[in-house]
């Protein structure tokens, strides 16, 4: 019986685990969209203040979103590698912005960033509409999934 | 004093080290069997083969080299002219509009890039060039002894000099080997006024040497007799009256000035434009491209009076 118990505990337990990670999927692209609007935000400012190069600017900007970190270093590098939770159509958006970026007069410049940092906005609402709802529904559920399983084998 | 002859600087590295992180891989590999101490200019035109000004001669670039036939000439399209632009501009053109707009951008290493494309004017001002068509790559020079003609005649003391030739004949790299000799042999204070940051990369430093780079004449003259109190400006490409005014102020103040200007020959010179300008420089120093470039073929004092020549 004891067994049992330890076995239902243990599937509780890692359903919960698997729901929570399926909810952090939603709150990833969440943190990764907030890191970019600050980005831009920054962007902007350096663009219209300063005659800091790109380059410079993602140098000297921090963060501690893996995921942006590694967008911005590989526009560095020469291709912008997007990540694999935005939508086609989300990545559209971004690639219009990174494969235009640098590229005209500082006026060109922030209109761009100011139109990127508007569908970025946009983005983000909708995508905290979908965490609030889906992540923590994703928990329950897995937890829920995790007690059902535990009973059937109890 | 041919100064291809005796290239002692590592300009080569500098020089190339730019164009190969800038230019498309075919262009690289072509361009690395070229020998690049003879190399003036690369220029590229959108849809048209890419030319090599090489030792004084205009060749085409070929997947093995260069050479005097356009039938294996390597071309280069608007698409590659716009990267190499964008390279050039670190990735931020809105950086360099400034310099942009005055048709170039120099590098760090001062490698100046002359740009032609379709100008955007606001009142009278271009605020952009966009639809870039050329761009050509003036590969800098720094030849170490290649003024010794010109201190020749500076035994005792620094005279205000004006050196006139056609582009790319070797004003600046004149200029530039002036700026060392005087600060070494005068140990003067020498205030370098490098408009394009053509002079400073690759001058070999000396001790008493200042620089104010990518400012215009003008405050670049008044800030720094102001700030600096140079004995000694140097100054590339001087045109227009506001650049007179400049180095007029300067005598004024007891500065001596070494400046660069295109000029014609010789005769033209002298009965257009010499009146004027006798009154600031004691030297005027022609070169002679029918010779090789940098070759000083003339040079006549502020009574006019020709006190060298070839």
Known sequence: MSGKIFLGVLIVFFSTVFGRIKADKYRRKMDFLLAIEDFAVYLKREISFSSNTVDGIIGNFQTENLDALSLLKSWLLGTAVYPQFLSLQERQVFKMFFDKIGRSNRENEIDLISSFSTEIKSMKEIENEKCLKKSNVATKLGFFIGAIIFVVVL | LHIFSNVVIDYKQKGDKVLFEVLPSF????????????????????????????????????????????????????EHIEEVFFSLCNKSVYAYTDKINRGFITDKNGLRVGVCGECVVENGKIINIKNLTSLNFRIPHAVKGCSKKVIEFMKNEVKSTL??????????????DLVSEISDKFLLNVLVVDERNEIFPLLSCSDTVDCITYSPKRYAFENGIRAMSPEV????????????????????????????MH???????????????????????????????????????????IIYSL
Do not use: W
């Not at chain 2, 050196?163 to 530039?176: P, Y």
């Not at chain 2, 400006?233 to 506001?242: A, F, N, S």
């Open chain 2, 263 to 305: 000029g014609d020959e010789y005769g033209n010179f002298y009965n257009d434009i010499f009146e004027p300008l006798k009154r600031y420089f004691e030297l005027f120093v022609f070169l002679d491209e029918s010779v090789g470039k940098g070759t000083v073929g003339k040079i006549i004092n502020c009574k006019g009076e």
């Open chain 2, 233 to 260: 400006i140097v100054t590339d490409e001087i045109y227009g009256e506001e650049d007179i005014r400049c180095i007029e102020r300067a005598s004024l103040c007891g500065v001596k000035v070494i400046a660069t």
């Open chain 2, 163 to 176: 050196i006139i030739s056609h582009a790319g004949v070797g004003k600046t790299t004149i200029a530039r």
């Open chain 2, 27 to 78: 262009i690289k590999s072509s361009l690395k069997n070229v020998d690049f101490q003879k190399v003036n200019e690369v220029r590229l035109r959108a849809n048209r083969p890419v030319m090599v000004e090489y030792g004084g001669s205009k060749t085409y670039l070929t997947s093995k080299g260069i050479s005097l036939s356009k039938s294996d000439a390597v071309f280069i399209t608007k």
